[in-house]
C-alpha cells in the first residue's frame, strides 16, 4: 500500500476534513471509512466492545499522545489525535486500513478533502 498523503490535514486549526475510502478491488460492499480533521481521527467502526482494546488486538497502532475522544458499537470510533505526531498518525490510518479492516496492499484508496464549514 502506498502512501495515501500528508496527513497534517487532522491537525488541531486546520479547517480542512480529508476523508479516505478504501476496499478491495471488485467489492460490491460500500467502502470502509477514515476521517482526519481539526485533531481528530474518526473511522468506521465495526465491534461492539471497548475500541482500545479491540484495535490492540487487531495490530491497529494507537498514536502516542493520543486519546479516546468517543465511540458508538458498530459506527465509529474517534480519537483525538492533536498531540500526536504526523508520522504516528499516518501509521495509525495505516494500521486500521491493514490491521483492523483486513485489506491488502491492493485495496482501493479513494481519497477527498473538504473545507469545513
Known sequence: ????????????KNGWCTLIEASEPGDSQPPFWIQLHAGMLNFQYLDEEDPESVLTEEGVHIASGSTLAGWESNLFCTFDVSEAAEQEIEHMVRTVLEGYYGLGENCKIQISTSELT
Do not use: P
Not at 502512501?3 to 488541531?12: F, K, L, P, Q, R
Open 1 to 12: 500500500m502506498e502512501s495515501v498523503g500528508s496527513t497534517s490535514i487532522a491537525h488541531n
